[in-house]
């Protein structure tokens, strides 16, 4: 069956622009998370989903990141006001449930200009 | 405070030889340990995990890894490493204070020479 997709799989924008991440999970896998990994950097946790529960964000650096995840499927990470910081490697996973393997997709490459 | 710590960067092995990617964690309670590897340009792809049981996990490709309750070690080994297991390396453990935070190392790129 498919894997987890990632779109786009590169992004190249210029600061102080809104970007919009999106991911699309296993079908029927219930959690649903998103990282960030910087350059030589571990990943850093922003935001889980599980099923209709409300999203932990407490890993969400800033009030300009924000996501959702529309009928427990397709997830959107949004970037507001880009800086250049923000430039890395956005990973999201999806598993049965939230102590079960994470099944990652290939990321999307932001590149902030 | 919760982590994980890969204390190398970089390890180099010889193919055929046996190899170590070393993970040691901090969290309180018990812990649920998982190894992960990416290949470039790739997403992590699951190796293993340790919940409870065992402390000698088997997983994928051949690669287990030890939990060591005393020294609060997780080391990935594998006993003759292959040229295609060169790869970046990551050791993660769930947080004891909120279950839905997993904690990553900062990962080991592994070189295996032939």
């Known amino acids: 069956g498919a894997g987890v997709s990632q779109s786009p799989s590169n992004k190249v924008t210029e600061k102080g622009k809104d970007v919009e991440l999106r991911c699309d999970p296993i079908?029927?896998?219930?959690?649903l998370y998103w990282y960030r990994q910087s350059l030589g950097q571990g990943l850093e946790f922003l935001i889980y989903?599980?099923?209709?529960?409300?999203?932990?964000k407490s890993g969400l650096p800033s009030d300009r990141f924000s996501a959702e995840r529309t009928g427990g499927s397709v997830s959107t990470l949004t970037i507001q006001r880009t800086q250049q910081e923000d430039s890395a490697v956005y990973l999201c996973a999806s598993s049965l449930e939230s102590n079960q393997p994470q099944h990652f997709g290939d990321g999307t490459r932001l590149s902030i200009l | 405070a919760q982590s994980v710590a890969q204390p190398e960067d970089q390890v180099n092995v010889a193919e055929g030889n046996p190899l170590t990617v070393k993970c040691t964690y901090s969290v309180s309670g018990n812990p649920y340990l998982f190894w992960y590897v990416q290949y470039p340009n790739r997403g992590l792809q699951f190796l293993l995990k340790y919940i409870t049981g065992d402390n000698l996990v088997k997983g994928s490709y051949g690669f287990e890894a030890e939990f060591n309750k005393s020294q609060t070690s997780f080391h990935l080994k594998k006993p003759s490493a292959l040229v295609s297991d060169s790869a970046l390396y990551f050791c993660a453990v769930r947080g004891s204070d909120n279950f839905n935070k997993f904690y990553f190392g900062s990962g080991t790129k592994l070189n295996v020479k032939p």
């Open positions: 989903f599980q099923g209709n529960s409300a999203p932990d």
């Open positions: 079908s029927g896998h219930t959690a």
